[in-house]
């Protein structure tokens, strides 16, 4: 596609639940990468993926979150038993080698009531 | 651990001026370092990526440079437009934080007519 797409741009959940981001990379970008933006967190890495290697998970903040990325292109992360905590937004960026510009994209606004 | 500080938090100026804004960096062992603008409630759009081996970079009326053993990189905007209000972020990829980008908390733009 032409940009990073997410879904979806908006989601309000009860804590407690699980949920899904999706991210859907730049067509030929092998790096993928989710962060989060929360107030007064600032914008915190989370997870990376390259190709087919392990990914970097050493951003995750707890084992209720996880994600992975199918066939090398689209991503999921999910948030497993939300707390309210992990309201924020979640962004997916992708970039065509590790050091190369990283692209954004919209993000996912999460409200966990 | 990398930490990034962009200077000033907040910055309004009236249309046409010439602005600086600064960004600084602890580690100087970086691989590049990325310029981005976040409109409200948008995703982050790339402005311009220096490698760790260049000193500067130009696309249109926007300059960043970078002194990386000084540990400091500067976004230089000519002839501000309204629509350069947003926030601008900087963010370093280090060569001993793995894949993570680390962002400073970004200055905002506020461009009056």
């Known amino acids: 596609g032409a940009g990073v797409s997410q879904s979806p741009s908006n989601k309000v959940t009860e804590k407690g639940k699980d949920v899904e981001l999706r991210c859907d990379p730049i067509s030929g970008h092998t790096a993928l990468y989710w962060y989060r933006q929360s107030l007064g967190q600032g914008l915190e890495f989370l997870i990376y993926?390259?190709?087919?290697?392990?990914?970097?998970k050493s951003g995750l903040p707890s084992d209720r979150f996880s994600a992975e990325r199918t066939g090398g292109s689209v991503s999921t992360l999910t948030i497993q038993r939300t707390q309210q905590e992990d309201s924020a937004v979640y962004l997916c960026?992708?970039?065509?080698?590790?050091?190369?510009?990283?692209?954004f994209g919209p993000g996912t606004r999460l409200l966990v009531l | 651990k990398q930490e990034v500080t962009q200077i000033p938090a907040a910055l309004s100026v009236p249309e046409g001026e010439n602005l600086v804004l600064n960004c600084s960096f602890t580690d100087s062992a970086i691989y590049n370092l990325q310029w981005f603008r976040q409109d409200p409630g948008k995703g982050l759009t790339s402005l311009l990526l220096i490698q760790s081996s260049q000193r500067e970079q130009t696309s249109g009326r926007l300059n960043a440079s970078l002194d990386k053993s000084s540990g400091r990189s500067t976004l230089y905007i000519a002839a501000s437009q309204p629509g350069d209000s947003a926030t601008y972020l900087c963010a370093v990829l280090g060569e001993t934080s793995g894949s993570r980008l680390t962002f400073g908390e970004g200055t905002q733009l506020t461009v009056n007519p």
């Open positions: 993926f390259q190709g087919n290697s392990a990914p970097d």
């Open positions: 960026a992708s970039s065509s080698y590790r050091q190369g510009t990283q692209y």
